[in-house]
């Protein structure tokens, strides 16, 4: 078990695992991958990672979610973690990309559904080799 975290949210099953797959591939020697499907889950686990000392490195999640958005996941996210880095992917990238401009929440990488898996986890490399110097 590693101290760094990557939480990913999508309500899809389909894609959370695939997402999961995709980024313990990629950053799974130097992080954990968690799991959520809703704003609620996303609660649960950040209580449950602060109790294990755990530092949530990078949020990955979906734009659309059944019981908030993205920018409300960051928003809770950043609260505990300040210096999380975010990546947003969205499913309808320019009408989303507006909705998100015009809130205080920005995040630091979007990507259209379907994403690019190499660039996916060379973002996620890149993340991750940054904070660690």
């Known amino acids: 078990m590693h101290q760094n975290v990557v939480i990913v949210v999508d309500d899809d099953l389909t894609i959370l695992e695939l997402l999961r797959y ?7 020697s ?12 996303v609660a ?7 109790d294990q000392g755990k530092n949530v490195k990078v ?3 979906d734009y659309f979610l059944d019981d908030c958005t993205g920018i409300d996941i960051i928003e809770r996210v950043r609260k ?12 309808q990238h320019q009408r989303d990309i507006e909705k998100v401009v015009s809130s205080e929440i920005i995040p630091d990488r979007y990507f259209s559904k379907p994403w690019n ?5 060379a973002h996620l ?5 940054d904070s660690n110097n």
């Open 22 to 28: 995709q980024i313990a591939d990629a950053i799974g």
């Open 59 to 61: 949020l990955v999640t």
């Open 44 to 50: 649960d686990l950040l209580a449950s990672l602060a």
């Open 80 to 91: 505990h973690y300040p210096k999380c880095s975010t990546v947003l992917l969205t499913g």
């Open 30 to 41: 130097v992080c954990d991958v968690e799991l959520a499907t809703s704003g609620s889950e």
């Open 117 to 121: 898996s190499f660039e996916l986890k």
């Open 125 to 129: 490399n890149n993340l991750l080799s």
